[in-house]
């Protein structure tokens, strides 16, 4: 079974998010993409972030009725800083027979070598960047000094997506100003920021 490892705070999840998703099942391609909803980031420490109980339930609104995604609570129930190799290493152990591949944007593929233990992150998943239009392609070389010595080698895979100019931030900001985020998100996760007034 080939499994996409999807992690990112998702305050709120978009459609920028689902697309992403989408376009790595179709090209990879996937058996199965699971969003892992961050609970206690450590790049988010200081920031106010929604309660991971609504990020959860926004999450799977959004998702509902497609087979091919599903979400994660492994990071949430955790108490510990949730760091990447952690919730990689829990896949793998979970799920032994997988081949797993950890999805990011390009932009946070160039940052993996400043992440905690990024050559365990590669000897246990392929990283899979993925591309907006205008983006440099990967450099594999780059990854190189990260790969295990005794072990496969893993090249790092890259994903073409359409440009989609949506960011959480940005629907947060929209939410707080009084203004429209229907398009950005699933009708069910408007309806559920409204209901439960967050990011006012």
Not at 31 to 55: C, Q
Not at 58 to 77: K, N, Q, T, V
Not at 97 to 103: D, I, N, V, Y
Not at 127 to 143: T, Y
């Amino acid at each position: 079974m080939r499994i996409g490892i999807y992690g990112g705070t998702f305050d709120p999840i978009h459609f920028g998010h689902l697309l992403l998703a989408e376009s790595c099942r179709e090209q990879i391609p996937l058996d199965k993409v699971f969003f892992v909803p961050a609970g206690n980031p450590p790049h988010k420490r200081g920031t106010a972030v929604t309660p991971a109980v609504d990020r959860l339930a926004m999450l799977e609104l959004a998702i509902f009725g497609e087979d091919a995604f599903a979400s994660c609570r492994y990071e949430i129930d955790r108490e510990e800083v949730s760091y990447t190799v952690d919730t990689v290493r829990w896949f793998r152990e979970s799920r032994p027979e997988a081949e797993l591949f950890l999805m990011m944007g390009a932009d946070m593929w160039y940052d993996l070598p400043h992440w905690r233990d990024p050559r365990e992150i590669c000897r246990l998943a392929t990283p899979v960047a993925v591309c907006r239009p205008g983006i440099p392609a990967p450099n594999p070389d780059r990854l190189l000094p990260l790969l295990p010595e005794n072990g496969p080698i893993r090249n790092v895979l890259r994903v073409e997506m359409p440009a989609i100019g949506i960011s959480s931030s940005e629907i947060r900001a929209r939410v707080a100003a009084g203004k429209s985020i229907r398009f950005r998100v699933p009708r069910a996760v408007e309806a559920y920021i409204a209901t439960h007034r967050l990011y006012r």
